[in-house]
């Protein structure tokens, strides 16, 4: 038996825990996802309303419940076909969920917790600073959670470009005034002066920032940043 996750009041909680003593009662395991948000990461803002999940919520709660059927009942996954019309709408619904998400969110700190293992690739320009810099210890790690692996206070007055997907570094160049290219299927990524050029669209200016354009599982551009260190931590025009 399982409960999935929602926001549940005293007494709901109550009636919870009654139903649950009782299905245990009758040796049926009982699996309360209300139970598992920390395990699970399982934000209401992010992951689904107060009662459903969307599409990052459900995948959350079905990767649990799929790993107790391995585990538990001896699920066998290793056979599975397949679809792939399935996994181009799976795709296409879950870009189109953290569309809307990203574009809600005027906070930096919360953005960039929406897209730590999010399975997009970014590409990324800096230009350093021998001044001050408002890349703290916690915007760093921050940072550097989200897969963007630079220490940007021991490095803080290196320029570099760098293409990212989910803590991979798949190109990475230091120098000034780069111009290079980067082709990931059929996403052409261009860095030209600190600016990013994405299939001969230019998504960010080449001012003296920290430059990131998100690209979604199906080559789209999602969203680009331009933040602005130099002062306090912050989204340019977001």
Do not use: C
Not at 91 to 98: A, G, I
């Amino acid at each position: 038996m399982v409960k999935t996750p929602f926001y549940v009041t005293q007494q709901e909680y109550n009636i919870l825990q009654y139903v649950k003593e009782y299905v245990q009662s009758k040796d049926i395991q009982f699996i309360d996802f209300n139970d598992l948000y920390e395990e699970l990461n399982f934000h209401f803002d992010q992951d689904g309303d107060i009662w459903h999940t969307n599409i990052r919520g459900s995948t959350k709660v079905m990767n649990k419940l799929i790993d107790v059927l391995k585990q538990d009942y001896h699920l066998d996954t290793k056979n599975i076909t397949k679809i792939d019309a399935y996994d181009s709408a799976l795709d296409q619904l879950y870009n189109d969920t953290m569309e809307k998400l990203l574009q809600s969110i005027d906070d930096i700190y919360n953005y960039f917790d929406y897209i730590q293992k999010s399975n997009f690739i970014f590409a990324v320009s800096y230009q350093g600073t021998e001044g001050y810099s408002s890349i703290n210890e916690y915007e760093n790690t921050m940072l550097n959670d989200a897969g963007i692996q630079f220490d940007f206070i021991k490095d803080k007055n290196k320029d570099f470009i760098m293409v990212t997907k989910n803590d991979q570094i798949l190109f990475y160049e230091e120098g000034k005034e780069l111009n290079k290219e980067y082709v990931e299927n059929s996403t052409h990524i261009t860095f030209n002066s600190n600016s990013i050029i994405v299939n001969n669209k230019q998504e960010t200016s080449n001012e003296s920032r920290l430059n990131i354009v998100i690209i979604d599982t199906q080559g789209r551009v999602l969203d680009s940043l331009s933040i602005d260190y130099s002062t306090v931590f912050w989204l340019e025009n977001k």
